[in-house]
């Protein structure tokens, strides 16, 4: 009996932890468009990366300030000859006892010019950290249209899971009745070994369902951050929604990915102007103090510099062409790119536009087919009833029904999915997580 208390206690905490385990967590869409955008790696990777840029930036900033540099130093000296200059000293004196040196120093070097290098490279560094800003933004939008897709995809394979189930059952009940009906004499052994096998191929594609549907629940929690074996539920509401959304503009004003390079394009001719800079002299302003004490011989204190260093490279003149053609090209470069980026945003746009109509007028036909498919199954269950239609046929036909229910299941949900896809066109995504009402 205690043995059997303690299986029943084992069963029972396996059950607790099991349950736990599989956790179940009901999301809809604007939810999973948040997550990934907040909790995915890749988000936190560019949160990250503008950090970066940011730090970056206040490096080159830096620059304008002045150095200042503050240096002591203690020396001991051995057996030291002192020999002064300074006129004649304690003539046949003797030497002093010298072993130690103490000096002292304080610089400060302030940039006054240098060919307005310093300026631009501020201006450089603030347009790369604004690129970066933009390119997060798109990161983001790269992502939570990814979880859009996996989201959409789960739905289709828990709503295909339900279909295969539901005619599962009519299936089995079909065998049943043949079962009778067979040993009744009525239908021919044939007729019932085809039913049976109807029910073996339902439930294959029933586990290549779960299948799919137990794999595109991963990849989602996993890009979603969600605890191990988090189970997902879409929100079948977003799914049942009218259809006929107005279609957004085409406007790519707001693709984060060109404003990102446009502003690379800007660093970039400003790195023209800064290889230009070293056809300049440099100008800075100085000033310091210094002390030392070299000890019996002389004291330095109060010691006040201050002054200018001006400094030209000569070479450069001959040399920094070859910099500035660089730094033109590398604009130009970009410039080019941005050329391709453009058109490749429009062509995008009008292609995510074709498909959105393309799945409504799709939805529409899948409609009409699910009817179709419904009122054929019932023509022909009647004439197999009657005898004027064979088994393969009312077979056929309820296959045909099963495909026409997930087809037209699939594109609602693909009205979903290419409505979200303009908006990745257009960089609206993120910041439209809501689907619009019909007219």
Not at 26 to 37: D, G
Not at 255 to 261: E, S
Request: no cysteine; net charge neutral.
């Amino acid at each position: 009996m205690k043995i059997n208390f303690i299986k029943l206690g084992i069963f029972f905490l396996l059950g607790i932890s099991s349950a736990l385990a599989q956790e179940k967590k009901n999301m809809t869409l604007e939810e999973a468009i948040q997550m990934a955008t907040t909790q995915s790696t890749e988000a936190k990777l560019s949160d990250t990366k503008v950090a970066t840029k940011e730090f970056e930036m206040q490096t080159v900033k830096n620059k304008q300030y002045p150095d200042v540099k503050i240096n002591g130093q203690y020396q001991r000296l051995t057996n030291a000859d002192v020999d002064f200059k300074l006129g004649n000293q304690s003539q046949g004196g003797s030497t002093p006892d010298v072993h130690q040196l103490i000096l002292g120093n304080a610089m400060a070097t302030v940039p006054v010019f240098a060919g307005f290098k310093i300026q631009n490279s501020i201006k450089a560094s603030q347009s790369l950290y604004e690129a970066e800003q933009f390119y997060s933004k798109q990161t983001k939008e790269d992502v939570a249209l990814q979880a859009v897709k996996l989201y959409v995809t789960l739905y289709k394979a828990q709503e295909n899971e339900k279909l295969i189930q539901e005619n599962i059952k009519r299936a089995e009940q079909r065998v049943v009745d043949f079962k009778a009906m067979e040993e009744n004499g009525l239908i021919a052994r044939n007729d019932l070994l085809r039913a049976q096998l109807q029910v073996s191929n339902y439930q294959i594609a029933l586990e290549e369902a779960r299948k799919n549907m137990s794999t595109i629940n991963y990849q989602l929690a996993t890009l979603l951050k969600l605890p191990e074996g988090t189970i997902i539920n879409p929100d079948s509401d977003t799914f049942k929604k009218e259809t006929g959304f107005d279609t957004p503009s085409d406007d790519i004003s707001g693709r984060n990915d060109l404003n990102a390079i446009r502003l690379q394009q800007k660093a970039a001719e400003t790195n023209v102007k800064i290889a230009k800079g070293n056809y300049y002299p440099a100008l800075t302003l100085m000033g310091g103090y210094i002390g030392f004490d070299l000890q019996n011989t002389v004291t330095v204190t109060n010691a006040m510099n201050f002054g200018a260093g001006l400094s030209y490279d000569l070479s450069s003149v001959f040399k920094n062409g070859k910099d500035v053609k660089a730094a033109k090209s590398k604009a130009k470069e970009t410039e080019q790119s941005l050329d391709i980026m453009t058109d490749q945003a429009k062509i995008q746009i009008q292609q995510a536009n074709e498909n959105y109509v393309l799945a409504q007028k799709q939805n529409k036909v899948y409609e009409e087919a699910v009817a179709q498919a419904a009122e054929n199954f019932r023509i022909v269950k009647d004439k197999h009833d009657n005898g004027l239609a064979d088994t393969d046929e009312l077979l056929e036909a309820d296959v045909q029904q099963l495909l026409s229910k997930i087809n037209e299941s699939s594109s609602r949900a693909d009205i979903v999915e290419k409505y979200y896809e303009i908006l990745a066109a257009s960089g609206k995504l993120t910041s439209s997580t809501v689907l619009p009402t019909k007219n």
